[in-house]
C-alpha cells in the first residue's frame, strides 16, 4: 500500500540523512521505523479485550479493589505521554471501569 505522508522540511531532512548514514532508503526506513514503533494491531486487540472483562467483573469487586482499581487508572492517565484515548473501543466504561456501578 502506497501512502503519502506531509512531513515539515526539517522532519524530511533528518530522515533522509538518517537513511543515507544507514545505507538505506527513506522510504525503507520510515517503514520500518514505523513497524518497530506502532503497537501491533493483535496485541491492542488483546489489551482491550482484557480491560473489557475487567470491566464486567467490577460488580464482583470489594470497595477495597475498586479503589485500587480507580487509582491504578488514574495512575494510567498521570503518566501517560499522549492526549490521544487508550482504548477508544471503552469509552463510556473508562469512568466506571474498576469502580463499582
Same mark, same amino acid.
Given at each position: 500500500?502506497?501512502? =503519502? +505522508?506531509?512531513?515539515?522540511?526539517?522532519?524530511?531532512?533528518? +530522515?533522509?540523512r !538518517?537513511?543515507?548514514?544507514? *545505507? !538505506? %532508503?527513506?522510504? *525503507?526506513?520510515?517503514?520500518?521505523?514505523? !513497524?518497530?514503533?506502532l503497537?501491533?494491531a $493483535?496485541?491492542a #486487540?488483546?489489551? /482491550?479485550?482484557l480491560?473489557?472483562?475487567?470491566? =464486567? !467483573?467490577?460488580?464482583?469487586? /470489594?470497595?477495597?479493589?475498586?479503589?485500587?482499581?480507580?487509582?491504578? +487508572?488514574?495512575?494510567?492517565?498521570?503518566? #501517560?505521554?499522549s $492526549?490521544?484515548?487508550?482504548?477508544s473501543?471503552?469509552?463510556?466504561?473508562?469512568? *466506571?471501569? *474498576? %469502580?463499582?456501578?
Amino acid at each position: 500500500m502506497t501512502m =503519502q +505522508l506531509d512531513l515539515s522540511p526539517e522532519l524530511a531532512s533528518r +530522515l533522509w540523512r !538518517e537513511a543515507s548514514r544507514r *545505507g !538505506e %532508503s527513506a522510504d *525503507g526506513l520510515a517503514t520500518r521505523l514505523l !513497524e518497530e514503533n506502532l503497537p501491533a494491531a $493483535n496485541r491492542a #486487540r488483546a489489551a /482491550t479485550e482484557l480491560l473489557l472483562l475487567w470491566a =464486567q !467483573e467490577a460488580d464482583s469487586l /470489594t470497595d477495597k479493589e475498586a479503589a485500587s482499581n480507580t487509582d491504578v +487508572l488514574k495512575a494510567f492517565d498521570a503518566d #501517560r505521554l499522549s $492526549n490521544r484515548p487508550l482504548f477508544s473501543e471503552l469509552a463510556g466504561l473508562a469512568s *466506571g471501569a *474498576g %469502580s463499582r456501578h
